[in-house]
């Protein structure tokens, strides 16, 4: 009986000693069907951005499209690029909106330095035209735009940016406000093709690096809403203290 029994035990542990082999065995298998399964992922995943990019730039392109026929209540223009600031007051001369709103001016810059760089009748300047100094990006750009829109009780906004900058812009602005239409009127740094192989790339670096923030502000939009903005917007005044 008791050699029956060290039999068994002896049994019992050969089967216990030849699972861990069989598992320990296995175990590189695994870890080199997960490695194979992780780098197919991370391939699919780059594919898609890479694809995305691409919708971006037709996006981008649709924005060349003019809107200038399209009035709206108020005028927004986000400062930082080539020609906003003029195209913008344009508009506002036009009368395609009641007033205009200069987002993400430098501080040191007065109503009266504006007024004379951007050859803007004082007069027109008093009456028609607000100044942010507050916002420092395009999320401030937008919590700032959606203060003035709700104080102004506008309905729509004709918005003035970079063509490669909008959508972008129209994300950060539509997470910032309801109930307000948004109007895209891009400006398009030149309306030719670049003539030179150099400053194709130099737009298509732009346009990536743009593509960049504007998938970063999506997922943000998409995890944590927009907080908005306790800010206020007081009408220019070109004072001669100013």
Known sequence: MIEAADTDG????????????????????????????????????????????????????????????RQADGIVVLTGGYSRVDEAVRLLDAKKGERLLISGVHPSASPAVLAKAFAVDEDRFDCCIDIDHEALDTIGNATQTAEWARDNGFSSLLVVTNDYHMPRSLLELGDA?????????????????????????????????EYLKYSAARLRTLVTPHAGSSSTFAKASLSPSE
């Open 177 to 209: 406000m309801d109930g307000i239409e948004l109007i895209p009127h891009a400006v398009v740094a030149s309306q030719r093709d670049p003539e030179s192989a150099e400053a194709q790339a130099d737009r298509y670096r732009v346009l990536f690096g």
């Open 10 to 69: 002896q049994g019992a542990t050969s089967v216990y000693a030849g699972n861990a082999v069989t598992e320990s065995r296995q175990a590189p298998h695994r870890l080199r069907r997960f490695a194979r399964f992780a780098a197919a992922a991370a391939l699919v995943g780059v594919v898609a951005y890479c694809a995305g990019f691409f919708v971006f730039l037709a996006d981008v392109s649709a924005f060349r499209t003019p809107t200038t026929d």
